[in-house]
C-alpha cells in the first residue's frame, strides 16, 4: 500500500485516471500506463508527454455508451512522470515494473520549425505476471485452455508533429487549474493527484479529485494531437481492459490511414480480434489472415476463433465446419511454429479430443 500511495500521489508521479467513483490511490486499476517525460536538449520533452498523458487519459471510459450489457472496465489510469527515461526498451520496462505500471509510452523530441516531433514507442512491460494475463486470450475447449498473447510487445510509431503553440499550454498536469463552472480562467486550485474523468465536453472535463471535490478543467487544442502514437495506444489499452468495442474502432483507425506505418499489420489483425470478442463474428479475422497469409499471430488468431466458435456450436455440423477450418489450418502452416511451441502443442491436443 505503501509503494502504491507514493506512486499515485508523490510528485515524481501524477495519475489521471476514468472512473465515475471517488478519486483514491487505493483504487482497483485494470491497465495502468507509464508516460514518463520524453527526452529533450530542452523543457519540450516535459510538454510533450504531459499533452501526451492527457490526450490518452481523455480516451478512459469505465463503460460503453449505450451499455446493454451492463459492462464495467475498472478504472483506466495514466501515470505522468517527471523522470526522463533513457533511449532504451530495457530502461522504461525497468521504470514501467517500479511503477506496476502495464504499458509505457516513451520515446525523444526534437525542435523542428514551428512545431515539435515526437519519436514515440509503447512497451508492454515484461516479467511482469499481471501484465501477462491481461495479453491473454484464453479459449477452452474440452479440457484443454488455449493462451494466444499480443503479437509483439515493442512498438516504434511514425513521427508525431505538435504545434509549440498547443505543447506550450502543458508543461505539467498539475500546472492545470480546477475552476467551478467552464472557464479558460479561474483563480481555483491547481489539481490535484490522483483525480478522475467524470466527463469530457469538448475543450472541458469534470473532473473529480482526491478529496471528493469536483471541478472543470480547461484543455485547449487537446485534440490536435491526434495520429497513430494516440490511437494504437489507446487501442491496446482499451483492448487490455476488454473494451473491444472502442479498440476496434482505434486499431481500425490505425489500419485505414494511408501513412507509411510500422504498426499497420498488428493493427489489422488486433482490430479483427477486437471486432471477434466483441461478438462481431469471424469474417474480419479471415480477411486480415487472407492479406498476410504467413503471420503466425494471424493463423493462431483465425484457429483460435474457430475453436472458439466449436466450443459455443449449438448443432454438431457447425462445430465440425469450425474445428475443419482449425486443422486445415494448422496443417498448411504448421511449418511457422515450433514443434514443442506451446501453443501449437495445446490446439493440437484440442483437435485430437474432438475425434
Same mark, same amino acid.
Given at each position: 500500500?505503501?509503494?502504491?500511495?507514493?506512486?499515485? /500521489?508523490?510528485?515524481?508521479?501524477?495519475?489521471?485516471?476514468?472512473?465515475?467513483?471517488?478519486?483514491? /490511490?487505493?483504487?482497483?486499476?485494470?491497465?495502468?500506463?507509464?508516460?514518463?517525460?520524453?527526452?529533450?536538449?530542452?523543457?519540450?520533452?516535459?510538454?510533450?508527454?504531459?499533452?501526451?498523458?492527457?490526450?490518452?487519459?481523455?480516451?478512459?471510459?469505465?463503460?460503453?455508451?449505450?451499455?446493454?450489457?451492463?459492462?464495467?472496465?475498472?478504472?483506466?489510469?495514466?501515470?505522468?512522470?517527471?523522470?526522463?527515461?533513457?533511449?532504451?526498451?530495457? $530502461? &522504461?520496462?525497468?521504470?514501467?515494473?517500479?511503477?506496476?505500471?502495464?504499458?509505457?509510452?516513451?520515446?525523444?523530441?526534437?525542435?523542428?520549425?514551428?512545431?515539435?516531433?515526437?519519436? +514515440?514507442?509503447?512497451?508492454?512491460?515484461?516479467?511482469?505476471?499481471?501484465?501477462?494475463?491481461?495479453?491473454?486470450?484464453?479459449?477452452?475447449?474440452?479440457?484443454?485452455?488455449?493462451?494466444?498473447?499480443?503479437?509483439?510487445?515493442?512498438?516504434?510509431?511514425?513521427?508525431?508533429?505538435?504545434?509549440?503553440?498547443?505543447?506550450?499550454?502543458?508543461?505539467?498536469?498539475?500546472?492545470?487549474?480546477? /475552476?467551478?463552472?467552464?472557464?479558460?480562467?479561474?483563480?481555483?486550485?491547481?489539481?490535484?493527484?490522483?483525480?478522475?474523468?467524470?466527463?469530457?465536453?469538448?475543450?472541458?472535463?469534470?473532473?473529480?479529485?482526491?478529496?471528493?471535490?469536483?471541478?472543470?478543467?480547461?484543455?485547449?487544442?487537446?485534440?490536435?494531437?491526434?495520429?497513430?502514437?494516440?490511437?494504437?495506444?489507446? +487501442?491496446?489499452?482499451?483492448?487490455?481492459?476488454?473494451?473491444?468495442?472502442? &479498440?476496434?474502432?482505434?486499431?481500425?483507425?490505425?489500419?485505414?490511414?494511408?501513412?507509411?506505418?510500422?504498426?499497420?499489420?498488428?493493427?489489422?489483425?488486433?482490430?479483427?480480434?477486437?471486432?471477434?470478442?466483441?461478438?462481431?463474428?469471424?469474417?474480419?479475422?479471415?480477411?486480415?489472415?487472407?492479406?498476410?497469409?504467413?503471420?503466425?499471430?494471424?493463423?493462431?488468431?483465425?484457429?483460435?476463433?474457430?475453436?472458439?466458435?466449436?466450443?459455443?456450436?449449438?448443432?454438431?455440423?457447425?462445430?465440425?465446419?469450425?474445428?475443419?477450418?482449425?486443422?486445415?489450418?494448422?496443417? $498448411?502452416?504448421?511449418?511457422?511454429?515450433?514443434?514443442?511451441?506451446?501453443?501449437?502443442?495445446?490446439?493440437?491436443?484440442?483437435?485430437?479430443?474432438?475425434?
Amino acid at each position: 500500500m505503501r509503494r502504491q500511495k507514493i506512486v499515485c /500521489c508523490a510528485i515524481a508521479f501524477f495519475c489521471l485516471l476514468a472512473a465515475g467513483l471517488p478519486a483514491r /490511490c487505493a483504487d482497483r486499476v485494470s491497465v495502468r500506463t507509464l508516460v514518463p517525460t520524453f527526452s529533450s536538449n530542452t523543457s519540450l520533452g516535459a510538454n510533450a508527454s504531459t499533452v501526451l498523458a492527457l490526450r490518452l487519459w481523455t480516451t478512459l471510459r469505465p463503460r460503453p455508451n449505450p451499455n446493454p450489457k451492463d459492462l464495467y472496465f475498472g478504472s483506466g489510469q495514466i501515470e505522468w512522470s517527471e523522470r526522463v527515461t533513457e533511449n532504451s526498451p530495457e $530502461a &522504461a520496462n525497468q521504470m514501467a515494473l517500479e511503477t506496476g505500471s502495464d504499458l509505457a509510452l516513451w520515446g525523444g523530441v526534437e525542435e523542428y520549425g514551428p512545431g515539435i516531433v515526437v519519436l +514515440a514507442n509503447l512497451l508492454v512491460v515484461r516479467n511482469r505476471p499481471a501484465t501477462d494475463d491481461l495479453q491473454k486470450w484464453v479459449v477452452n475447449y474440452r479440457d484443454q485452455q488455449i493462451e494466444l498473447r499480443l503479437p509483439n510487445t515493442n512498438y516504434q510509431f511514425s513521427p508525431l508533429v505538435l504545434a509549440k503553440d498547443v505543447t506550450a499550454k502543458y508543461s505539467r498536469p498539475n500546472q492545470i487549474t480546477v /475552476c467551478e463552472q467552464k472557464s479558460p480562467d479561474c483563480a481555483g486550485r491547481r489539481l490535484g493527484s490522483p483525480f478522475r474523468s467524470i466527463r469530457i465536453d469538448g475543450d472541458y472535463a469534470l473532473v473529480r479529485q482526491p478529496s471528493g471535490a469536483t471541478g472543470w478543467v480547461f484543455l485547449p487544442d487537446l485534440s490536435k494531437a491526434q495520429g497513430e502514437v494516440i490511437d494504437f495506444t489507446a +487501442a491496446l489499452i482499451s483492448y487490455l481492459r476488454g473494451d473491444f468495442e472502442q &479498440a476496434e474502432r482505434l486499431f481500425s483507425r490505425v489500419r485505414d490511414s494511408q501513412t507509411d506505418s510500422l504498426v499497420h499489420n498488428d493493427a489489422l489483425l488486433l482490430a479483427a480480434v477486437s471486432r471477434f470478442r466483441l461478438g462481431d463474428g469471424i469474417d474480419g479475422l479471415r480477411s486480415a489472415h487472407e492479406q498476410n497469409p504467413y503471420s503466425r499471430f494471424g493463423v493462431q488468431a483465425l484457429v483460435m476463433a474457430n475453436i472458439s466458435l466449436a466450443q459455443a456450436a449449438q448443432s454438431g455440423e457447425s462445430r465440425a465446419a469450425s474445428l475443419k477450418e482449425a486443422g486445415s489450418l494448422i496443417e $498448411a502452416y504448421r511449418h511457422l511454429f515450433p514443434d514443442t511451441d506451446p501453443w501449437l502443442v495445446g490446439v493440437i491436443r484440442s483437435l485430437r479430443s474432438s475425434n
